[in-house]
């Protein structure tokens, strides 16, 4: 019964797709690759096991600070600029919170400024100058 009809017995072979980076180097996909014979790499990367960050440079910080003598500190608000704060808030009878929300700050900066425990920023400064309409910065 041949009818032009023809068997192909070539063998058809089915594969997995090749495995990701991640899954190459997976305990298995590493066991599998041994027992087929396979040919595995291993590279030990030159960096692993140190805290670079930790152990860069801090030898030569610490040897710097520790020669260092002169004594440091941050600049605070002068008393000038406390007493011109104050006196312009008070001028134009605002609270400290209101003050702070007129310019989009916190109130705690304010009370920083005023105590004098801030670190000046020109920027709140003259935030604060044109909130309140009155020059806080050099001569009046």
């Known amino acids: 019964m041949s009818g032009g009809f023809s068997q192909d017995w ?14 190459r180097k997976d305990e298995k996909a590493v066991n599998a690759a041994r ?3 396979a040919e595995i ?9 140190i805290n670079r960050a930790a152990s860069s440079s801090t030898t030569l ?3 710097k600070l520790d020669e260092d003598t002169e004594n ?5 608000v002068p008393t000038e600029l406390k007493k011109a704060i ?3 808030r008070q001028d134009k009878k605002l609270t400290q919170s209101q003050l702070a ?3 989009n700050e916190k109130p705690q900066i304010i009370q920083e400024y005023e ?7 020109q920027q709140i400064i003259s935030k604060l100058e044109r909130a309140l309409g009155a020059k806080l910065r050099g001569k009046k």
């Open 61 to 63: 910080n610490t040897r």
């Open 101 to 103: 929300q007129l310019i």
């Open 86 to 88: 104050m006196q312009a």
């Open 115 to 121: 105590s004098g425990k801030a670190i000046p920023n």
């Open 10 to 23: 070539e063998p058809v072979v089915i594969r997995k797709k090749a495995p990701t980076a991640a899954a």
């Open 35 to 37: 027992r087929s014979g």
């Open 72 to 76: 440091l500190a941050h600049q605070k």
């Open 41 to 49: 790499e291993t590279i030990r990367k030159s960096t692993a096991g």
